[in-house]
């Protein structure tokens, strides 16, 4: 069996939004659950699925958000794809200055490139769970 563009579009979004997802090896059933250490929510709403995955654990192959660097290197490549130059410009002051990531949402998400940064940022964590998904030798359409 191999993991559809659909499949891995939706692991991606459920990442991108805070999730943990966990993909069984033997039907390539999908399971995502907050990601209960990030935040401290309560932890309720999962808990049939945690304690099922719990019980399977080796079944299950687990994929987490991307680390900070790589969120910080999908911007950093974005800003590289810019044609504005005053855009481009701020944008690399932004990464540059403390709260990089809210400012850069920020200036981004108000901007004429807004939709293209969602494309972008959209498109490197399908190719990152991709990744992920073959490393642990999962078959990928």
Do not use: H
């Not at 039907?27 to 990030?38: A, G, P, V």
């Not at 987490?64 to 690399?92: C, Y």
């Amino acid at each position: 069996m191999k993991l559809s563009a659909r499949q891995i579009n939706e692991i991606a979004q459920e990442l991108e939004g805070g999730m943990k997802v966990f993909v069984k090896r033997e039907n390539l059933e999908i399971k995502s659950i907050f990601d209960w250490e990030e935040s401290y929510g309560d932890n309720e709403f999962w808990e049939e699925e945690m304690e099922t995955i719990e019980r399977e654990w080796s079944d299950y192959m687990t994929l987490t958000k991307m680390e900070s660097w790589e969120a910080f290197q999908i911007m950093e490549d974005f800003v590289d794809e810019i044609d504005d130059e005053s855009m481009k410009e701020s944008l690399r002051k932004i990464l540059g200055r403390k709260s990089p990531f809210a400012n850069f949402k920020a200036e981004v998400e108000s901007s004429a490139y807004r939709q293209n940064w969602f494309d972008f940022r959209q498109k490197k964590y399908e190719d990152y769970v991709s990744e992920e998904l073959r490393m642990s030798d999962f078959e990928i359409e």
